[in-house]
């Protein structure tokens, strides 16, 4: 008698295949220089108005996908940032924060990425599931640090503050339950996988561009 086979859920897979580049990208020296302190409120802005543009792509592939039998399940109000970004952009930059906005290069290609695969169920959830997961873990932590740094109370944080979301846990848990619940086949899942990679490398790259723009910038 054959002993039983264990499958892994895929989202177990997922995080255990990506954590190694989970951690290079909260790694990256900008995100820790603004964390540990050494970073300024001008740093914060610059990576607020980076983070208007990935959010405007893949809220507007959201919108799109809404309809998708796959990816629909994942959408949901609670989770869209947009609203809570602009906000935080006028009261960070003015009422012409419009602007002085722009994308870094690898901005730029990261909002390139976002459309490229908007139509395609597992990569539009592999931004959705890297950026939303992400920021719905450690928005807590980071809100709390901002605002002791730079004296915020909810304004210029807002984007941190999923006030839709009354258990962050449990909600992450639901969503993870969800993924396993895809009847993706083997190569599927390899390609969502990748491109899950792909987000996490982009991520790490703009905090690159970041701290290159202020270097520049000294």
């Known amino acids: ?19 190694t580049s989970h951690g290079q990208s909260e790694g990256a020296t900008f995100m820790h220089d603004l964390m540990s302190g050494k970073g300024t409120r001008e740093d914060y802005i610059a990576l607020v108005v980076q983070h208007y543009f990935i959010y405007e792509a893949l809220e507007e592939a959201a919108d799109a996908m809404a309809g998708d039998e796959i990816a629909g399940r994942f959408i949901t109000p609670q989770l869209t940032r947009m609203p809570a970004l602009q906000a935080d952009l006028e009261f960070l930059l003015g009422e012409d924060w419009r602007s002085v906005s722009a994308p870094l290069p690898t901005t730029t290609r990261y909002v390139h990425r976002i459309k490229a695969v908007a139509d395609w169920s597992g990569g539009f959830i592999a ?3 890297t950026r939303y997961l992400g920021d719905l873990s450690g928005g807590q932590h980071i809100s709390k640090i901002m605002q002791k740094r730079f004296g915020f ?17 449990d909600f992450k848990d639901t969503y993870r339950e969800q993924l396993d619940a895809v009847a993706w086949d083997d190569a599927e899942r390899e390609r969502v996988i990748d491109e899950v990679l792909t987000a996490y490398r982009l991520n790490t790259e703009l905090f690159q561009d970041l701290s290159a723009a202020k270097a520049a910038a000294a």
Do not use: C
Request: net charge negative.
């Open 153 to 169: 109370d909810t304004n210029g944080i807002g984007f941190y503050l999923f006030d839709q979301i009354a258990d962050p846990k």
């Open 1 to 19: 008698m054959g002993f039983p086979v264990t499958v892994i859920p895929f989202s177990h897979a997922l995080r255990e295949r990506t954590w």
């Open 127 to 129: 931004h959705h599931y």
